[in-house]
Structures are given as C-alpha cells and as structure tokens.
C-alpha cells in the first residue's frame, strides 16, 4: 500500500524558510515522478513543483520561482520542500504527491502539511 | 499556461440524481485529463485519469470522457458520500493545472 507522510510544516514568519519532507513507501521511489500541491484555506488545489525520478529535472510555478527548491533522495524514499522568502500568500497546506505511469496524473496524495506564514 | 475552467458550481443535486460536470481547457490536450474527488480536511483522490479510465477502486458510478479541449465526469447515481469537490487536472504539460472545481452539495 502507497503511504506518503509529510512533515516539517508549521509557523514561520514573512521572509523565513521551511523545509517539508515526505516519506514514501509501499512502491518503487525511485521510478516516479514526485509533486508538491499546495491548497489555501478555503481555496482550489494548485501545483507548485515537480521532480522527475533520478532528481535532474525540477519544474516550479512562476509565484514560487526562485523561491522554492524541491529535491528527493532515492536512497532514504524521501521527497523535500526547501521554502525560502516566505510570503503570507504561501499560506496553505502542501501535498506531497506521486505521479501516475504516463499521463501525468496524481495517483496517490499525502495526508498535507500546514504552513503558516504570519507575524 | 493551460487554463481548465470547470462548471457549474456549485452543484445542487439529489440522492440518486445523474450528475454531469463540465470542464474546458484553454487548449487541446488530447485525453490528458484527470479528475479528483475532495472532501473536507482530506487530500484528494484520483477518480479518472487519461479521461475516461477509471483508477483502481473507484466505484463504477463514476465515468468520464472527451478528448480535446472538452470533459465531462458523470456519476451516474448520486450516493450520499460523493457530496465532495470535484476537481480537473490536465497533464498535457507543466506547468500542471487544476479547474477551480465543482462542490456538489445536497439539493
């Protein structure tokens, strides 16, 4: 069974950094496609990054551009988030996500890490 | 970037009701479309992928199709735990982009 578990969310100040990790297990690492997803309060779901399976290709939305940097690690099954230069606006829980075989869907989710960007 | 405009919402229906949600890419995308169900403080999960294939045990109520820039999800029998948001992505290219999906709610 597919699990994926979040963690390193929480409070930090505008201007700050976080960094989310997210464990996998119960498939191949190694072989997917990662994603991160993040969803404000009460808003739609938005994708923020991708990685490609060996970690040498990374893609980010134009508002964390510059920002964020997103890594794995095949060897612990681990995926990360590294958020630099918060802003209010990044506010939102964040999706670790596992990319189907081949037509770039999303076939499993983390249960989601709450960043919270305030002073 | 593709955009994926989904209508309507929200959507007021009844146990039981056959239920149709539309979404249109700003472009053609062939059938990489793929659709979500959400519900309240859960992550989403994959109903359809590549348009009409249904991911593993999802039940059979759920449907989809078209290709193009076109898509519908049909439930062809509302039950009472798929009152959710429903969501489309399209995995044509990155960046990956969602509708600003359909919360079905009771009529």
């Known amino acids: 069974e597919v699990h994926l578990v979040e963690s390193g969310g929480g409070l930090v100040q505008p201007g700050g950094s976080l960094r989310l990790s997210c464990a996998a297990s119960g498939f191949t690492f190694s072989s997917y496609w990662m994603d991160w997803v993040r969803q404000a309060p009460g808003k739609g779901l938005v994708w923020v990054s991708r990685i490609n399976t060996a970690g040498s290709s990374t893609y980010y939305a134009d508002s964390v551009k510059g920002r964020f940097t997103i890594s794995r690690d095949n060897a612990k099954n681990t995926l990360y988030l590294q958020m630099n230069s918060l802003r209010a606006e990044d506010t939102a829980v964040y999706y670790c996500?596992?990319?189907?075989?081949?037509?770039?869907?999303?076939?499993?989710w983390g249960q989601g890490a709450l960043v919270t960007v305030s002073s | 970037d593709i955009q994926m405009t989904q209508s309507p919402s929200p959507l007021f229906a009844s146990v039981g009701d056959r239920v149709t949600i539309t979404c249109r890419a700003s472009?053609?995308?062939?059938?990489?479309l793929n659709w979500y169900q959400q519900k309240p403080g859960k992550a989403p999960n994959l109903l359809i992928y590549a348009s009409s294939s249904s991911h593993s045990g999802v039940p059979s109520r759920f449907s989809g199709s078209g290709s193009g820039t076109d898509f519908t999800l049909t439930i062809s029998s509302l039950q009472p735990e798929d009152f959710a948001t429903y969501y489309c992505?399209?995995?044509?290219?990155?960046?990956?982009?969602f509708g600003g999906g359909t919360k079905v709610e009771i009529k």
């Open positions: 472009q053609t995308i062939g059938t990489y």
């Open positions: 992505q399209q995995g044509f290219n990155t960046p990956l982009t």
């Open positions: 996500a596992k990319e189907g075989a081949h037509w770039n869907e999303i076939d499993y």
